[in-house]
Structure formats: structure tokens, C-alpha cells
């Protein structure tokens, strides 16, 4: 049964890259994605001001720039649909116009009866950023946060490819929800690594055996790596080691606590939004 995977397509202030869609739409053909993309065309409120109007063309600004995402809307809507026709993904294309604070919130109905949401996230965006966190905790699903450059490239005659996926894992709710979140595309993986780092917290050897003890149970075998991370943040950590072992995914828990206005993210939750170097599940 093919997995509904919901990606948000930005177009203002910057466009969503093909560059990080096209890998993204290369690994919906590898694992068999039934894709809805949900398209912004930004809505600018107007201002009321008539000093504004004579010193800052703010309206002819606003219009300009609401014409410029109808433009890039319609033809990343156009791309999306031809590159995902030659891979043979099912996608559907749906465009949302609303101002470009309410883009994350209109996003969360549709997240949440789907079995995934992946972001192409530029880490140096604050705004591609909230957009993630919101997603990450308030959509009661994973997200995958894809980098806008490419790590890999699966294209449609790389099918066969074996597909490599590394679980952080500490033993914490997050784990292992993370760990559940993520069983339908282990049960698709050719290796599975559970991976463990010695010093950044304790972590029970029981609790290691029963996450792989749970996986046998589902059909996925997986190896156990162990690291020392030393000085390295333990978010840089994570997605070094799943690139020195050539993952195509990394999976792990999100941590974070809400306040007023933003999220107080754990360390590598916060490394991995601000500069994610491969596809990266995160499960809240």
C-alpha cells in the first residue's frame, strides 16, 4: 500500500528548489509515494497608509510581488506534475492563497490525514524554518525535512538501488516514537542501522535489543552501531555518521517544548533545521 506524502511548495519570498523537489520526487518513485503538493500563492494584506503609498509604492510592490508567486506557483505546479508523470509518482496539485504567516497553519488540516509531510528546507530561511517546527509539532505526524541541495540522486532507473536508512536512538519517547513513525519505509529498506552514541547520555543495552528486537518482529533486520561523538554537537554527530555509512535517511526524535510565540527546540533538533544534509525524518 503506497504511503500519502503531503509536500508544501514555497514561492515568496524564494521559490522551493527544483533541485531539492526533484530528489525528493526521485525518492517518492523509489518508495512509492502517493504525492499531494500544496502550492503557495502569497496573498500580501494591504496597507493603509498614504505616506506608505507616496514614498513606498507599497501597493504596486505588493501587487508585483503577488504576481511573481502566481507565476512561480503555476510553473512549479507544471514541473512538479511532468516530473513526477516520468517517474510514474501519483501526484496531485493543489494551490493555497494565503498571506505568508497563515502558509504553515493552512498546511496542518491536510498534514494530518497523511501519512507523511516533507519540507525542502533552506536552514538560513527563518520563515522555511517555522514553517518546519510548526509542522514537526503541531501536525501529530512526522515530517521529513529534505535539503535543498541534493545528497543523492534516486532517479526512476536507480528503482533497484538499495535503499539505506540509520535510527538515532537514546532509549526516549521521542525515539521510539520516531521509531514507530518510521516502520513502513524500514519495512522498505535494504539496511537498517540503529545507532547509538556512548557519550552524549546513558542509554541500556535492553533498550537497544528490544528496538531491534521490534523491528525483527515487523521483518526489518537491523545492525547496531556504536559512537563516541566527543566535542561534536550531537546533531552534527548524527547526520555525519549517517553520511559516512552512506545513508539515504536519517531518522530521529524531535524534541522541544512550546512557549508563547515559538518552540524551545533540543540541540539536535535545532541542528538539524538549521542545516540538514540529508533527508531527515524527525517524529514528535
Known amino acids: 500500500m503506497s504511503m500519502k506524502l503531503l509536500v508544501p511548495i514555497a514561492t515568496y519570498p524564494d521559490a522551493c528548489p527544483k533541485s531539492g523537489l526533484g530528489n525528493l520526487y526521485g525518492l517518492s518513485a523509489m518508495l512509492g509515494f502517493q504525492i499531494t503538493a500544496m502550492i503557495h500563492e502569497v496573498d500580501i494584506p494591504p496597507v493603509h497608509s498614504a505616506l ?5 509604492r507599497v501597493s504596486e510592490m505588493a501587487a508585483e510581488a503577488e504576481a511573481l508567486s502566481r507565476a512561480r506557483a503555476a510553473e512549479l ?3 512538479s506534475s511532468k516530473r513526477c508523470e516520468s517517474l510514474g509518482v501519483e501526484i496531485s496539485v493543489q494551490l493555497v492563497r494565503c498571506r505568508p504567516e497563515e502558509f504553515a497553519d493552512r498546511l496542518l488540516p491536510t498534514a494530518r490525514s497523511h501519512d507523511l509531510t516533507a519540507i525542502i528546507l533552506d536552514g538560513s530561511d527563518p520563515r522555511r524554518r517555522q514553517e518546519a517546527e510548526t509542522l514537526i509539532f503541531a501536525s501529530g505526524g ?9 545528497a543523492w540522486v534516486p532517479v526512476a532507473e536507480e528503482r533497484a538501488a538499495s535503499f ?3 535510527v538515532a536512538w537514546d532509549g526516549s519517547r521521542g525515539a521510539a516514537r520516531a521509531l514507530r513513525d518510521s516502520l513502513p519505509l524500514l519495512e522498505r529498506a535494504d539496511t537498517v542501522w540503529i545507532f547509538t552514541v556512548d557519550d552524549d547520555k546513558p542509554i541500556a543495552p535492553d533498550g ?3 528496538a531491534q528486537a521490534f523491528l525483527q518482529h515487523h521483518g526489518v533486520l537491523s545492525r547496531h552501531l556504536l559512537q563516541t561523538r566527543g566535542a561534536t554537537p550531537i ?3 548524527l547526520q555525519a555518521a549517517a553520511l559516512e555509512h552512506g545513508a539515504d535517511m536519517l531518522v530521529m526524535g524531535a524534541y522541544g517544548r512550546s512557549r508563547i510565540q515559538e518552540f524551545i527546540l533540543g540541540g539536535a533538533t535545532r541542528s538539524i533545521l538549521r542545516d540538514p544534509k540529508l533527508p531527515v525524518l524527525l517524529s514528535h
Open 142 to 150: 512526522p515530517v521529513l525535512v529534505c535539503p535543498v541541495e541534493k
Open 77 to 79: 505546479g507544471s514541473w
Open 52 to 56: 506608505g503609498e507616496v514614498l513606498l
Open 235 to 237: 546533531g552534527d554527530a
Open 164 to 166: 539505506k536508512v540509520m
Open 208 to 210: 537497544v535489543a528490544g
